[in-house]
């Protein structure tokens, strides 16, 4: 719990009457007979009339100053009067507080006196205090032969059958016969030794002179109770709404209690000292960058304070920006579509072709896709931040082989059959070691158990047979592909050109001159297959 400044009294809490450098007090002169009710008196304490001067025509009430604050949860004001002796002169204050439990009013002489004798007052209505001076030596609370400068009375608050003392208001008067400075007898060294003094504010003096007979004066005194608020501004970097240890913290943050105001400290941390009763929202500034607001997002309302509050926390959630920098090489007489997704949602490039996702949440996983595509071809690559912590460029290298096919036109016919292998027919230059099987200035690959994409029509896959090729490693992307050689169901097994070598549409062609396989008619398998240069299965290629 945060230790609240205390006042600069020193003061002490004791279960009776105090006294400082002098002879023991004596107790309350009488008990009074209380009730439930908080501050409610079935018999206020007694007030005779005394001195020699009769009854005074008015009395004179005075208000403090508050000074400080003493204790904690609730903080309670302490509230401070002018001692004034022989109606005019200033020896010394008389401060008074109260916590749960007692109320405490202290003396304290200047130089000019020392307390004698010292005798208290307490009333809780105004129709309890008498009209004419009560007599000094009947007051429920007295002290005699103090002989020193300073004196506590602490007086229990179940005098007055208080609950709960917050937002009552008494009225006290604050007696006192002064000794000279040092002495131990009336009429010492002091300039006010041989005085009566009472407690009163800067009015007071005038009062006193107006009073006729024996003059006096009481002060009003509200307990008025504060609390706590604490709390921290910080960097929720994981986006929990919980101020965690590690985090970092934000000096020089405004924050805001109703009409007043603080900023943090180098640790995060403020504080406010706020009545009880009343009702405050908490807010806080922003700190400088891109920062969303979570804990405590729209602030914090207190509702009616009757206790402190701690964590009353504002965390901020740094956004981050996710950059992406795509690098195309295109292979062929196309222009690919580019399109950057993150999370699913495609991103839009600025005037200058950049992509950028801005103001992004932390902790957060992020799946960037980049995809370039043209007719049936297309590529893509896939990159994944894992718990975003901090601004991201990724780069992305894409190479992209502009098909032979650009969607328009057929290479190939609808197949009645379900092809059973394909024969994809590449020029040498496409053949990775320089040279076939049987030297025949094809390369050739053949693909086994073949099950077309788009039923029936290798127009609807070769292109996605090709990347695949391309992927295991079978294929570079320079590679010419002539043609292919379809074989399934009864129809004939036939070679159909492909691309810019297909002037026919989607009838067949001859196979290329001197190539190490034929037809032996109908819908047989080629013959000479042991030609062909790499045999694979569709199933494990594309896998």
């Known amino acids: 719990m945060l230790k609240v400044f205390r006042t600069l009294f020193g003061l002490f809490v004791f279960a009776g009457l105090v006294a400082c450098g002098g002879n023991s007090g004596i107790g309350p002169a009488s008990d009074a007979s209380v009730e439930s009710t908080p501050f409610a008196l079935?018999?206020?304490?007694?007030?005779?009339?005394?001195?020699?001067?009769?009854?005074?025509?008015?009395?004179?009430?005075?208000?403090g100053v508050m000074v400080g604050y003493e204790g904690e949860c609730p903080s309670v004001g302490v509230y401070?009067?002018?001692?004034?002796?022989?109606?005019?002169?200033?020896?010394g204050r008389v401060s008074i507080w109260a916590d749960d439990v007692n109320i405490f009013v202290k003396y304290d002489t200047n130089e000019t006196a020392d307390l004698q004798e010292a005798h208290v007052y307490v009333w809780t209505d105004l129709a309890q205090i008498p009209s004419k001076r009560p007599a000094p030596g009947?007051?429920?609370?007295?002290?005699?032969?103090?002989?020193?400068?300073?004196?506590?009375?602490?007086?229990?608050?179940?005098?007055?059958?208080?609950?709960?003392?917050?937002?009552?208001?008494?009225?006290?008067?604050?007696h006192a016969a002064l000794i000279g400075e040092g002495g131990s007898t009336i009429g010492g060294d002091g300039d006010n030794g041989g005085e009566t003094a009472y407690g009163g504010g800067p009015n007071s003096p005038t009062c006193f002179d107006g009073q006729k007979?024996?003059?006096?004066?009481?002060?009003?005194?509200?307990?008025e109770c504060y609390y706590v608020v604490v709390g921290t501004a910080y960097e929720d970097s994981n986006n929990n709404g919980s101020f965690d240890a590690g985090e970092a913290v934000f000096a020089g943050i405004s924050v805001s209690a109703g009409s007043e105001t603080t900023t943090t400290a180098t640790d995060g941390s403020y504080s406010f000292l706020l009545p009880a009763g009343e009702s405050f929202t908490i807010t806080s500034a922003?700190?400088?960058?891109?920062?969303?607001?979570?804990?405590?997002?729209?602030?914090y309302s207190t509702g009616a304070l009757s206790a402190c509050l701690e964590d009353v926390d504002f965390g901020f959630v740094p956004l981050y920006d996710i950059g992406v920098d795509v690098n195309l090489s295109v292979d062929g007489d196309c222009s690919p579509d580019v399109v950057v997704s993150i999370n699913g949602n495609e991103i839009s490039p600025d005037g200058e072709g950049n992509y950028t996702l801005e103001n992004q949440l932390p902790a957060t996983d992020y799946v960037v896709v980049v995809t370039a595509?043209?007719?049936?071809?297309?590529?893509?690559?896939?990159?994944?931040?894992?718990?975003?912590?901090?601004?991201?460029?990724?780069?992305?290298?894409?190479?992209?082989?502009?098909?032979?096919?650009?969607?328009?036109?057929?290479?190939?016919?609808?197949?009645?059959?379900?092809?059973?292998?394909v024969i994809l027919v590449f020029s040498l230059d496409s053949n990775p070691n320089g040279n076939t099987q049987d030297n025949d200035g094809y390369y050739t690959i053949k693909i086994d158990e073949y099950q077309d994409v788009d039923p029936d029509d290798l127009d609807g896959d070769i292109d996605a047979y090709l990347v695949?090729?391309?992927?295991?490693?079978?294929?570079?992307?320079?590679?010419?592909?002539?043609?292919?050689?379809i074989k399934g169901g009864t129809q004939t097994t036939s070679f159909y050109s492909y691309g810019d070598y297909n002037t026919n549409g989607e009838a067949s062609d001859l196979l290329p001159e001197g190539i190490g396989f034929s037809y032996t008619g109908g819908s047989d398998n080629e013959s000479g297959q042991n030609s062909i240069d790499v045999n694979i299965v569709r199933a494990v290629l594309l896998q």
């Not at 007979?213 to 307990?223: H, I, K, L």
């Not at 922003?286 to 602030?299: F, H, I, V």
């Not at 695949?468 to 050689?485: K, N």
């Open 80 to 91: 401070e009067y002018t001692l004034w002796a022989g109606k005019h002169n200033d020896a």
């Open 286 to 299: 922003s700190p400088n960058g891109d920062y969303l607001a979570n804990e405590n997002a729209g602030g």
């Open 138 to 174: 009947q007051a429920p609370y007295t002290a005699e032969q103090i002989n020193a400068d300073s004196y506590l009375f602490v007086i229990p608050a179940s005098d007055f059958g208080a609950a709960d003392p917050c937002g009552s208001t008494f009225y006290i008067s604050t």
């Open 213 to 223: 007979g024996a003059w006096w004066g009481y002060v009003n005194f509200t307990v």
């Open 42 to 63: 079935t018999k206020p304490p007694t007030a005779k009339g005394g001195g020699t001067g009769g009854e005074t025509a008015f009395s004179c009430d005075a208000d």
């Open 468 to 485: 695949a090729l391309i992927a295991d490693g079978l294929l570079s992307p320079t590679y010419d592909l002539l043609g292919a050689s």
């Open 373 to 421: 595509s043209s007719g049936e071809v297309s590529v893509s690559e896939t990159q994944t931040i894992v718990s975003l912590n901090a601004n991201k460029s990724l780069s992305f290298n894409l190479s992209f082989t502009c098909g032979g096919d650009d969607g328009d036109d057929d290479d190939f016919p609808l197949w009645n059959q379900d092809i059973s292998h």
